[in-house]
């Protein structure tokens, strides 16, 4: 089986701030991750997605993501926080029987 | 290339009822993901399917159930609305359901509110 765990709810920085978003994730077979955006009363927007190829993955909006086998994480960061990056992010993962499962998906606060 | 294209956007039924919301996939994608998703909940999966059959199931009553069609246009229904199928609910397509390493591309989902 496989699981997504994001920590923390609600994350708060300060415009130009980095911004940390963590993922944990749990599979039993190689996974494939991936990071959405979603902007209130909107889908979700992809970010990012690992697929093996290389553990730093850049995205759009200058977001960017590491794998870790040995943490098993997949944490978001961008190196300074712009109003516009207010929203909900979501960490999500893929294996197997090609369901993708979510995490429970953080809001992220930009202080001006 | 047209997005995946969810209508209606908004919806208000009374309890006891069902409804019925479309999902139109982008031009190719032959893989519809339906998801519900809420405050208290986040994003639950509800059904993916594939080529008209479907491949995947989550944990949802009988109530919820889907369909595809052979232009890959999906629908679900709910029957007999409940307060708690007050949600925002969210088509997605891909490619193929064959490949891993696939995004899926969402819809700006159908808000469904049930009085």
């Known amino acids: 089986a496989q699981s997504v765990t994001q920590l923390g709810s609600h994350v708060s920085v300060s415009e130009g701030a980095l911004v940390l978003l963590r993922c944990n994730y749990s599979s039993s077979v190689p996974p494939y991750l991936f990071w959405y955006v979603q902007y209130p009363n909107q889908g979700l927007q992809l970010l990012l997605k690992y697929t093996s190829a290389a553990t730093l993955v850049k995205g759009i909006n200058g977001f960017e993501a590491e794998f870790k086998k040995s943490e098993t994480s997949f944490h978001l960061t961008k190196p300074s926080a712009h109003m516009s990056d207010a929203a909900e992010y979501f960490c999500?993962?893929?294996?197997?029987?090609?369901?993708?499962?979510f995490g429970a998906g953080t809001r992220l606060f930009v202080k001006a | 290339k047209a997005g995946v294209t969810q209508t209606p956007r908004y919806l208000i039924k009374t309890r006891g009822q069902q409804v019925t919301l479309s999902c139109s996939p982008i031009s190719g994608h032959r893989s519809v993901s339906w998801y519900q998703q809420t405050p208290g909940q986040g994003l639950q999966f509800l059904f993916e399917y594939f080529s008209e059959t479907q491949r995947n199931k989550g944990n949802f009553p009988g109530r919820f159930s889907g369909r595809q069609f052979s232009n890959s246009r999906s629908e679900m229904n709910v029957s007999t609305l409940e307060l708690g199928d007050s949600a925002l609910y969210l088509c997605a397509s891909s490619p193929s359901a064959l490949s891993g390493n696939t995004e899926a591309f969402f819809g700006q989902g159908t808000r469904l509110t049930v009085v």
């Open positions: 999500a993962v893929k294996a197997g029987g090609f369901k993708t499962i």
